[in-house]
């Protein structure tokens, strides 16, 4: 029998419990041993609970306790979560965890230490909830050299973004609605700033590229300056408007960034609406291979840590090889990078033209102002240009 202890006891924390518990049978039939959750980790008391029996407070009982072989790390952020990690590897005890953050902060420093203690950090969940996307970039796409990595990390943006455009709402209003179905935090800058989804495309690119990716090296744009207006012109242009999270090889440098993106109706992504995530890869000689599913909640993001669980439960006493490797992956300058961008600017179409040569116009009625389109350009020449104009409302980058 193979025991679980799980730190943490909060949405995570228990849907985890509540997946292994539920699917017991059917885990043990596929995994060919039983799979128990022998410990739980929490300061609080929770009676009446259907598991209360398992809570302990002490971390040290679950460090000392040789049946012990797997941790799931459910308590987030970066301080006890780290230290409780380190303990566990440090004790040969395979770590199972969804905590982007300390995924893109110590990565590869808790995977090495894993490795010295022959055992597995493993993090599935980390990058869009319960879509499988690590192992396949880990197992089904190893023969590929992936060149870029496109997708909607974030479902709480998506989800603002999604009721801007179908009931013409304004930003403010959708995000407390979001923040009243539990969509949102009480401080939701992490999803609508891009931060979230910052640490996610670090995470994928790292793995896609081999070389960890910094996430604070990464250009990062969040969704607070989005329109309804902006909206109206993407309609006219058979767009909508996504946060999307992406990285590419070109020329042998790499780019990274998360931005809103207005994207195409014959976009893969352009249909991904409310909480869901999609996350195209496409690899050199396959092209491009979508995922899709829910990027966040209870059950979705319990499911793929318990996955976790069973790969370490099925390869006890193996090391779970991984694409990323220590060294850095240097990103080459934003200015440098190419595409096209939405413009909306107070000026006349000749005025527009005189400064950025052909241009695909759009009127969507609004007054005193009109959007178009741009040729391909680098930023570093965009921005140029948009100084030169002296009249631009904003611009959103358009997928190319």
């Known amino acids: 029998m193979v025991k679980v202890a799980v730190l943490g006891y909060g949405t995570v924390g228990s849907g985890i419990v509540e997946v292994l518990k539920t699917n017991q049978e059917l885990i043990e039939k596929r995994v060919g041993e039983k799979i128990d959750v022998k410990y739980v980790l929490d300061l609080r008391e929770f009676p009446g609970d259907p598991y209360e029996d398992l809570i302990v407070h002490d971390v040290d009982v679950i460090m000392n306790d040789p049946e012990v072989s797997i941790v799931c790390e ?45 055992c597995n950090y493993l993090f599935e969940a980390s990058c869009g909830g319960g879509i499988p996307i690590i192992r396949p970039l880990q197992t089904a796409l190893l023969q590929e050299k ?43 800058e992490a999803d609508v700033e891009g931060h979230d989804a910052c640490r996610k495309i670090a995470i994928l690119s790292s793995l896609a590229y081999g070389n960890t ?14 329109t309804v207006e902006d909206f109206a012109y993407a309609k006219k242009l058979g767009a909508t408007i996504k946060l999307l999270g992406m990285s590419q090889e070109v020329d042998g440098n790499y780019y990274a960034m998360v931005s809103p993106f207005m994207l195409k109706n014959d976009s893969p992504l352009y249909s991904v609406n409310d909480v869901m995530n999609a996350i195209l890869v496409t690899g050199n000689t396959l092209g491009d291979t979508m995922y899709y599913g829910a990027g966040a909640g209870k059950l979705p993001t ?83 240009k948009a100084e030169a104009l002296g009249s631009v409302v904003s611009r959103i980058r358009f997928e190319n």
């Not at 996430?215 to 989005?226: A, M, N, P, S």
């Open 74 to 118: 459910a308590m987030g952020g970066i301080g006890a979560a780290y230290q409780f990690t380190k303990m566990a590897l440090e004790k040969g005890k395979n770590v199972c965890t969804p905590n982007k953050a300390m995924v893109a902060e110590y990565g590869p420093k808790l995977m090495k230490l894993a490795r010295d203690n022959g």
């Open 146 to 188: 992936i060149v870029a990595i496109k997708g909607i990390l974030n479902g709480t943006t998506n989800y603002i973004l999604t009721r801007m455009e179908k009931e013409g709402a304004d930003f403010d209003a959708v995000l407390k609605d979001a923040q009243a179905l539990g969509y949102a935090e009480a401080n939701p």
């Open 213 to 226: 990716v910094n996430y604070k090296d990464v250009y990062t744009e969040g969704i607070t300056k989005i």
């Open 302 to 384: 319990a499911s793929a840590v318990v996955a976790d669980v069973i790969e370490c439960a099925m390869k006890q006493g193996q090391l779970i090889p991984c694409t990323w490797n220590e060294g850095d992956l240097s990103l080459g300058q934003m200015e440098n990078d190419k595409r096209h961008f939405f413009v909306r600017a107070k000026s006349e179409l000749s005025q527009i033209e005189s400064v950025f040569g052909k241009v695909e116009a759009v009127d969507a009625g609004i007054d005193g102002e009109m959007g178009f389109v741009t040729e391909v350009m680098s930023e570093k020449e965009f921005a140029s």
